[in-house]
Structures are given as C-alpha cells and as structure tokens.
C-alpha cells in the first residue's frame, strides 16, 4: 500500500521569495516519487522525478525536491517564485516494484503569488 | 511528437445517460491509465491497462464504469446511467517506462 500526505492545502508567497512544497509518503515499496503541477484548466505536467538516484532531484522552472528516506519526505522548492507559478501541485508515489505502477497522489497544494 | 490526446474536452450529459470519454495514448506507449479528479476526492486512479495482459480495474468506483483498449493503443472509458457523482475531470496518462503523461482531460457533467 502506498499513500501520500501535502501537509499544506494552501500555499501563499511574494513574488521573489522561497516557495516551499510538503510532501511526506508512505509506500511498501522502494518508491519512485514525483511532483506535477497542473495550471487552471490545464493538464499535469511533470516538474520532476525521483527514482532511486541522486537525492536532490532538480526539475523544470528552477523547482528541486529531495528525497529523505529517514523522514520519508519529498518536499519541493523553488529559490524565488514567479508570478507564473501560481498553479495546484500535486505530491505523487509510484511503486514500481509493485504489480501494477499506478499513481497515489496527494490531496494538492494551491500556489497563491502575490504581487 | 504529438502527446497525449483526449475526446471530448467537455460533456455535459443528462442524469441516467451514457457517455464514452476516448483515449490516444502516446505511440508505442506500452501502459494507459485511467485516473478522475473531482472536487471532493481528489485524483484517483480507475484503471490500468499494460500490453495485451488483463487490466487493473480496482480502481473503478462501481459496475457502471468499464474501459476498454483496443489493439492495444486507444482506449475509451463508458460510464453507464450517469449519476451526479460522476461529475469531474477524467484523465488519460500513457506510459513506457516509470513516468506517466497525462492528457488535457474530459470535463463530464452530468445535470
């Protein structure tokens, strides 16, 4: 069994300032973990992926997540947000070891960028 | 090359109706899922299909909902005697390896 937890349902940032993302798991498995971003009235788009490499995983749009199997945490930064960067994230665990490599995702957070 | 596609981007139904909402996977995409997104549960996953094996269906939330994928590319979701709680966005993701992309969506409403 595997689930994921995004302890924030709402994040809101300065346009300029850190922008963080929590994301903690849990998974039978040796999981492969992903963040996605989706944009209003948009898809899901792929920001980045961990699959049992390096820790600290970098990703599009100057977003990086790490890995901490100790505090089973995958959470997600961004050094200096953008207004563009108001969107829904999703936290996402994949077993792939598993039978069946289905997405568990989180419950979202939504991004708010002030001016 | 070209993503994944799905059809109809928007369905607004009457309750009691069917509707097929249709997947284009990715060509050569090996898997296709089935994942829906709604206001009050969130994303969760329907059905997965992997080659010619017998798929998933332990996502479906009740017998009304069926999905097939023929010659192992497209595939269509049937919802049976829609019912309000059907209401949401139904995703389509195809895959080769371990990372999923998704399509656009189908935005069902059912009246």
């Known amino acids: 069994a595997q689930s994921v937890t995004q302890l924030d349902s709402h994040v809101s940032v300065s346009e300029g300032t850190p922008v963080l993302l929590r994301c903690n798991y849990s998974?039978?498995?040796?999981?492969?973990l992903f963040w996605y971003v989706q944009h209003p009235n948009k898809g899901l788009q792929l920001l980045l992926k961990?699959?049992?490499?390096?820790?600290l995983v970098k990703g599009i749009n100057g977003f990086e997540a790490e890995f901490k199997k100790s505090e089973t945490s995958f959470h997600l930064t961004k050094p200096s947000a953008h207004m563009s960067d108001a969107a829904e994230y999703f936290c996402?665990?994949?077993?792939?070891?598993?039978?069946?490599?289905?997405?568990?995702f989180g419950g979202g957070t939504r991004v708010l960028v002030k001016p | 090359g070209a993503g994944v596609s799905q059809s109809p981007s928007n369905k607004v139904t009457e309750k009691g109706k069917d509707v097929e909402l249709r997947c284009d996977p990715i060509?050569?995409?090996?898997?296709l899922y089935w994942y829906r997104q709604s206001l009050g549960q969130g994303l969760e996953f329907l059905i997965y299909?992997?080659?010619?094996?017998?798929?998933?269906k332990s996502g479906l939330p009740s017998d009304r909902f069926s999905a097939e994928r023929t010659g192992g590319s497209v595939s269509t979701l049937t919802i049976q005697r829609t019912q309000q709680e059907d209401s949401a966005v139904y995703l389509c993701?195809?895959?080769?390896?371990?990372?999923?992309?998704f399509g656009p969506g189908t935005r069902l409403t059912v009246l």
């Open positions: 993701a195809s895959s080769l390896l371990v990372e999923q992309f």
């Open positions: 998974s039978s498995y040796s999981p492969s």
């Open positions: 961990y699959t049992s490499a390096a820790t």
């Open positions: 996402v665990v994949s077993a792939p070891g598993a039978a069946v490599n289905k997405l568990t």
């Open positions: 060509s050569g995409h090996t898997a």
């Open positions: 299909f992997q080659g010619n094996s017998a798929p998933d």
